[in-house]
């Protein structure tokens, strides 16, 4: 099955520097891939969204970049704010296969002020 | 408009039990995915319902089973709990024909004692 590998598993940055998580994966079938944003107590939510006809996306301070050749993508998150401190997972999914969403282990990030 | 709501929101159980964990999905959306989130791990795929029927089924065992109501609500039964059935209980739902476009709820959590 799709495995997905998550790094760091934390991140410490100080406020208004850039963070960046990579995850890769296994099955090259995979064509869209989310990234959520957890704070405690709650689900996650969902951020931003790539699909596999496109190599970047960007929405305000947040970007995900995706490298199909090499089976890994990426969340940038610029200009940093404490509000930014919570876990975030990356997943794949497999349109053709049904919409179940395959996750990485998370990271955990904190925004130092 | 309301998101994806779950009941309860804690629950309490003894090994040996069984538990029954109630998702509404959001509004608009036909298909209705549980997840299993072990304290500090990225959500794990349980199974997946659309037109009231089981479509796809990840790595849990039979004692994990659930149904979808023709209102698209759907329930998640676990029988014979273990202390390893702890875990917080992560109902998504989303559109069948659309692309991921998840919407998680904030979860159950389940202490199994």
């Known amino acids: 099955g799709e495995n997905v590998e998550q790094h760091p598993s934390t991140l410490s940055v100080q406020e208004g520097d850039s963070a960046v998580i990579k995850c890769t994966y296994s099955?090259?079938?995979?064509?869209?891939f989310p990234w959520y944003k957890q704070e405690l107590g709650k689900g996650p939510q969902l951020i931003i969204d790539?699909?596999?006809?496109?190599g970047e996306k960007k929405d305000q301070r947040i970007a995900v970049t995706l490298n199909k050749t090499a089976k890994h993508f990426s969340l940038h998150i610029t200009e940093t704010q404490p509000e930014d401190s919570a876990v975030y997972f990356c997943?794949?999914?497999?349109?053709?296969?049904?919409?179940?969403?395959?996750f990485g282990g998370g990271t955990r990030v904190l925004v130092k002020p | 408009d309301a998101g994806v709501t779950q009941s309860p929101t804690h629950l309490i159980k003894t090994r040996g039990q069984q538990v029954t964990l109630r998702c509404s999905p959001k509004?608009?959306?036909?298909?209705v995915s549980w997840y299993q989130q072990a304290l500090g791990q990225g959500p794990q795929f349980i199974f997946q319902?659309?037109?009231?029927?089981?479509?796809q089924r990840g790595n849990f065992p039979d004692r994990f089973s659930g149904h979808q109501f023709p209102n698209y609500s759907s329930e998640l039964n676990v029988n014979a709990l273990l202390l390893g059935d702890s875990a917080l209980y992560l109902c998504?739902?989303?559109?069948?024909?659309?692309?991921?476009?998840?919407?998680f709820g904030s979860g159950t959590r389940l202490t199994v004692v």
């Open positions: 099955d090259s079938a995979s064509n869209y």
């Open positions: 319902y659309y037109e009231e029927e089981e479509r």
């Open positions: 998504a739902s989303s559109r069948h024909s659309g692309w991921g476009g998840y919407t």
């Open positions: 790539i699909r596999s006809n496109v």
């Open positions: 509004s608009g959306h036909d298909t």
């Open positions: 997943a794949v999914l497999i349109k053709a296969a049904g919409n179940k969403l395959t």
